[in-house]
């Protein structure tokens, strides 16, 4: 995945859209892009005590694609998207889930992501959430928050994994 740059100069004198849209992409190829490299096992090495794995965040991201940006615009149910209900239960790991078809799947509902908000304005309100209706700027701004919060998270575990660490205690 590779997208404008958020530090090109032509992006700090776009529209906000373009901008909140610019920083989405930016975090997004970040987080794909994590397990770049990593052997199967690497991406699946589990390193901290909760479900989080390099190859479990990519996945809980699709998840989160999907429930912003598919159930949030079209209402649809999980059930209907084909996700889980929970949060927790997207980090879960199948035996058939691979770096490659995790990526393809992320790939897949970032542009879904990107195809449901085309013709959205920041102030369109999405109706399909469990909080209630909320404004496509706040969903922006949520997302961004949370790729954000997982790429970082990203960055530790893949030093870790690359580094053969799991503590310095």
């Known amino acids: 995945m590779v997208f404008q740059q958020s530090t090109e100069p032509a992006v700090f004198h776009a529209t906000l859209r373009d901008q909140f849209e610019t920083f989405l992409d930016e ?3 970040a987080l794909h892009d994590s397990l770049n490299g990593l052997t199967e096992e690497q991406a699946r090495r589990s390193l901290v005590t909760s479900k989080t794995t390099l190859l479990g965040l990519v ?3 699709t998840f989160v694609e999907k429930v912003w940006f598919d159930e949030g615009i079209t209402c649809r149910s999980r059930a209907e998207i084909g996700i889980p209900d ?3 239960e997207s980090f879960d790991l199948h035996d058939d889930d691979t770096v490659a078809s995790v990526q393809h799947v992320y790939q897949q509902a970032c542009a879904a992501s990107r195809r449901a908000t085309a013709e959205l304005t920041l102030d369109d ?3 399909g959430n469990r909080r209630g209706p909320l404004p496509l700027r706040w969903v922006y701004l949520h997302t961004l928050r949370e790729l954000a919060q997982h790429c ?3 960055d530790i575990l893949r030093e870790q994994v690359l580094n053969g660490t799991t503590s310095h205690g």
Do not use: E, F, V
Request: charged share 25%; net charge positive.
């Open 27 to 29: 975090h997004r190829s």
């Open 59 to 61: 996945k809980h991201a």
């Open 86 to 88: 929970s949060p927790d």
């Open 125 to 127: 309100l999405l109706r």
């Open 152 to 154: 970082g998270h990203a």
